[in-house]
């Protein structure tokens, strides 16, 4: 069973950094492509940036390109996501998802952070 755990999230004004991390329990971690989810009240679940198992290759949302980091550690089995310049727009719950290379569809799901942005 792989169990992924977010953390970091919290309350920042428009224009600060927060810094997610995402540790997952699995002895294979280092073979699944990862990404980071949001969902903002109201609204649908949506990509924000992917990584691949390697770390080679990034794919970020446009609403968050130029802003957002993502990164990954293989040897501490955790996924990072910088985010800076935060705008109220970002405040959401954060997941990170993985899934095995190929895939479309994610196949495990955190329980997610709450981000919230002040102006």
């Known amino acids: 069973q792989v169990q992924l755990v977010e953390s970091g999230g919290g309350l920042v004004q428009a224009g600060g950094s927060l810094r997610l991390s995402c540790v997952v329990s699995a002895r294979t971690f280092s073979i699944y492509d990862m990404g980071w989810f949001r969902q903002a009240p109201g609204k649908e679940r949506e990509f924000v940036a992917t990584i691949r198992w390697n770390g080679g290759n990034t794919y970020y949302a446009d609403s968050v390109k130029g802003r957002f980091t993502i990164s990954r550690d293989n040897a501490k089995n955790t996924m990072y996501l910088q985010m800076n310049s935060l705008k109220p727009e970002d405040t959401a719950v954060y997941y990170c998802?993985?899934?095995?290379?190929?895939?479309?569809?994610?196949?495990?799901w955190g329980q997610g952070t709450q981000v919230t942005v002040s102006s």
């Open positions: 998802a993985s899934k095995f290379p190929g895939r479309v569809d994610y196949d495990y």
